[in-house]
């Protein structure tokens, strides 16, 4: 009874009248005055601290590689929901052990989200990221400020000192004010290909005065559970000039991931490139299996669809996963919905199996709108699929610190292996790294050790090159 009056007490106290619009609207203004954001139109932040790598785990299910951030440099406008970061960072570990560009030094990434378009800059060039959509969204709305913006801007609403928002597809959340009206935390589920629905957190502390904009100066997120950004926060600009628009080439690729060229590699076996990520179609007596789908539903089914135009009438039985990063197993969850048996590493099985049977309820996707279940299977050291005329191998690539369940994929009597991210072809006529890639040294390692006979190499990002171009990467000398 006590605890009950203490509740009808304090739901008075927070909610002193009906939750109307006007009062939702109150309530906000109130939030928005504490963090001085009356008026703010864009922020630009900077600091430093650590990054951890989402989805290019080591292990699948355990924490990603960890990134030293010398800065960040965060711009957000929120008249135009854009925001650019710039982050310069290192690797905790040299030489890395999991995913993400292999890259020595310090080096730069830069993204940005603008509306309902995501794109990266590498050098002069963007490339439309719409993969990245979701992320960015919630980055830019789960900033303090954002968070009130977007409420303001219809996106949500208050009661007492939660605020509940949300950007339909990409996340929904809520975030918490303290007792002086700062936002203290956010909780939110979050759009993710892979894995569903996503929990993500972000909580603020230690908030200073930044000419009259209040802001933290202690930011942690996390996603999925493990630790994503850890930054302390030395100097808040507040409305700079945040001129972020689409560039053309963004504007103009309308659906990237959508683009598929086939490449006949050889009769019944297609290269299947267009962006980023590759796939590769093999041609069966009676089926078909895909190697690869990387990146998201869109890429998927564009691949389903290739798939089908080039091997109409027999289904596609097979869907081999080269490993569990994010990027390379985007449409894992496409092909289940088709019915496809997913071969993967035993080390990554159990991971898969949460995968397809993950809610998507943020984005309800093609797997959750099928309402179908799919198996999953593993690999050891090998697995020979055969029709009785064409062998296909899945093989482990042993030792790898890229990831522990790497597999590559062989066909003896074509002599081509399929292989992503051990071995990346460099521009033509580019230097090879010195000293080399180590993932591309164990990759050489494997064919010996395995005795493979290999002509040709088909990687999952680049393009088609003959195993001349693997060993000189290696550094090794025929
Ligand atoms: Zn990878």
Redesign the pocket.
Known sequence: MRTLVLLVTSVLLFYPFTAGAQDNRAALEAAEKALGATGLKSIEIQGGGTFVWFG?SYSAGTPGPQFNVRSLRRVVNYDTASLMDEMVRTRALEPPKG??PYVRGEHKAVGFVSGDQAWNVVGEAAAPAPVALAERQFQLWSTPHGVIKAAMAGKGTIQGRTITFAVPGSFKATATLDAANLVERVEGTMANPVVGDVPVTVTYSDYRDFGGVKFPTKIRQTYGGFPALELAVTEVTANVAADISVPDAVKQASNPYARVQSQKATEGVWYLTGGTHHSVVIEMSDHVIVVESPLNDDRALAVIKETRTLVPNKPIKYLVI??Q?F??AGGVRAFAGEGATLITHDASRKFFEQVVAAPATVSPDHLAKSGRKAAVEGVRDRRVLTDGTRTVEIRQIAGIQ??DDMLMVYLPKEKFLIE??AYTPPAPNAAPMSPPNPFTVTLAENITKQGLAVDQILPLHGRMVPLTGLNKAAGVTP
């Open positions: 290019q995913g993400g080269s490993h990063h990027d390379h890229h990831a992503a991210d």
